[in-house]
Every structure is written in structure tokens, then in C-alpha cells.
């Protein structure tokens, strides 16, 4: 297979929202009016105002998106770049002063117990890099427009999580007990008063068998983590959507039933539309097979005719990638794009690229991940209430201009 392909002219299409849909893209034309508008300038809120700005795009004090074009080449993700969600607003920064002295209670264990991130540094350490991504990735591109933030590609990034194996603190707690089914984590924010606990607390349940890779974390990108992003402890589950990654972890409990807190029992759940979020719908859990492309990109004007490298990224949740194909005409066809830099393990996610020579015209770039077992990254979206797990390739791609 040669490493470059070469396209016929095109007819120009106008750049409107109905032409856009006209190529089955009005998810990215209205992800793109989304982040257009959310870029109004807003400043960063004060938790992360050592962010850059130019890389995000502040839709409001505690959902920070990072911009298509920041993500560039490199595997790992900067943390003055990643992407911000909270649920509730961030704890009050002196929880930072005295790191070692955070204490998380460990429940559902033969002798349970709380622990302070200074014990749990003695129970050993692993590093892994993971991808980090809101259930809501991609919610910008459903036509429905379902309630919160329209996010399009950047609430996602891929990071290094140093901490201690949940699986160490367990057997250094003589073991699980008796019927857990689900790993529960609770988040430390303060929560309002005056209102039923379970209606706002952070408590999120997996399945007992995400402990064999989970992490309590302390450093991210090899410095302590920020309030930002959970420090200065958090649950990290890899291969998990991010709201299962719980912030500022004060309880980690091994239960025989899920959490009945509202973001547990009724938050986070493939709904169908028209539908009302219930316990016995599937709860958002692990991420599938997903990519996308971040260059070239329709945001730098028209490009010149001849050879561009088509690049992006691409994950599959709990599994590694096996390939990864692009297509410059909308899926008609499509061409192996080569894997580059390093493979951080299979919860990161893999930078692929391929030169395509482009002639005048309009081009629509997209892009199609495999993982290791097969699974082949869908070409629409599972249309839901939340707007939760869009993986589509179709919503994911983008039109570019060459003249």
C-alpha cells in the first residue's frame, strides 16, 4: 500500500452549517459554532488560572476544554492544556498545604481502615499512563443538543498517573470481604447545605474487577497533583470515563451494591431519548473504541494543494489499538495510517498519522480505530439522552479547504 494518495477535485461546497450537513458533518459544524461561542473570552477560573489559556476554551467555571488544535503530535497531554470537569465546585486550596496528611477510609476490606497518603506511599508505587476523557466527549456533535456542556474533542487528553496499586492497600488490608461486587469511590468537595446528600455527593461504582488496575494517584505528569485535577488524591481507573476517576478521594469502599447516590443511581446512564434516567439502564463505565483528527484543521483558512500529514489520536479504553485507518473522502475510502512515538500501554491512547496529497477542492478527513480485540470504531453514534460515548467517526471528522 503506497503511504500517500492522491484525490480528484472536488465541488466546492459553501461553508455553512447546510452544506456541512450535506457531507453528513453537522455535528462538527455544530461543535465548531459551540467552541466559536464558548470562546468569548472568559478567564480561567482561580483553581486553574496556571493553565494556558490559549489552549482551552472556558465554557464556564468548571468545564475547561482543550482546543482541537493544542493537542498536537506528542502522546502526552501537558497539564496546563488538559481539560477540566467538576461536578461540584473545587475544594478549598489549603487541602493542598499538608499533602501527607489527606486521609482516605478503605471499607468492604477484611480489616478496614483509613490510611493517610503518607501510609499509602509505603505500600508500593506504579506509573501508567491512561486516557482521561468526560463521558461527554462529542456531545457537540448531536443533533438533539442534549443538556450540558457541547463539548466536541477536547475533553480528553492522555496523562502519567504515578500512585499506589488499589489492589496493595487491599491485601495490605487482609483482603476483600464477602460480596463485593463494586469498587465505590466518594469525593471530598464540600457539599451544599440545606439538601439531601445523596442528591449532589461524587460517589461513583465499577465493577470489583477494576480494582486489579486501579490507582490512588498523587502525582500527575511526574509533579503532585493539582486541585485541578484531584489533588491531592484521587481514584484513577484506567480505561474508565472520567467521572469514575473520583476527585479528591476521601472513601474507597468494596460494596455489594452500587452507590445510590443521584450521579450513580440516575446520572451517567445510556438513556434513550425521549426516556428518564433509571438504575436499570447501563451505567457509563469503560470507554470503547475511539479517534479522531487533530490536523489539519478547517480553523487555519484554506490549505495549499499537495502533501499535508493527517494526524490524530486514538484509544480503546481498557484495550490497546491495533490500527487505524483515514479516509480524505468521507469514508468512501480508506488507507492505514502508520502508529507513531510510543506505546504507553493499552489505556493510553496511540498518535497515528498519514501523508495524503490533497488537490483543490473540499476534503473530508476522518478517521477509523481498531483495538486489539477486534473492535472496529463505529461510524454513528449511539444516540442517547446525556449525549454520553460518542465515538462516531462520522461526527468526529472534518472538512478542509484546499486552494
Known sequence: MKDSMTLPRRHMLAGSAAALSALGLAGWAGGAR?????????PLPAYAGWKSPDALIVHSSSTL????????????????????RNNLPAPDAAILDNRDAWTVA??????????????????GVETVATVLQCSGNGRGFFPSKPS????????????????????NVVAALGGLA??????????????PEGVDPLTVLVERSVPVKAMDDALLAWEMNGEPLSLAHGGPLRLVVPGYQGVNNIKYVKRVAFTSAQSQARIMSHGYRMSPPGSKASPDQPSVWEMGVKSWINGPLPDKGALKPGQVQVHGVAFGGTRGIKSVEVSADGGKTWLAAKLIGPDLGPFAWRQFALPVRLEAGTHVLASRATDTAGNV????????????????WRDHAVTVTVA
Open 148 to 167: 450540558g456542556t457541547p463539548w466536541s474533542v477536547g475533553a480528553a487528553g492522555c496523562v502519567v498517573w504515578s500512585g499506589v496499586p488499589l489492589r
Open 106 to 123: 478503605i471499607e468492604g476490606v477484611k480489616s478496614p481502615r483509613s490510611l493517610t497518603l503518607a501510609e499509602l506511599k509505603t505500600l
Open 178 to 191: 464477602d460480596g463485593a461486587a463494586y469498587l465505590t469511590g466518594t469525593g471530598g468537595e464540600k457539599l
Open 65 to 84: 476544554e482543550t482546543r482541537r488544535s493544542a493537542f498536537g503530535t506528542s502522546v502526552i497531554t501537558p497539564s496546563n492544556q488538559l481539560y477540566v
Open 34 to 42: 459551540a467552541q466559536q461561542a464558548a470562546a468569548a473570552a472568559k
Open 377 to 392: 470504531q463505529a461510524e454513528q453514534r449511539e444516540e442517547n439522552l446525556g449525549g454520553y460515548n460518542n465515538a462516531s
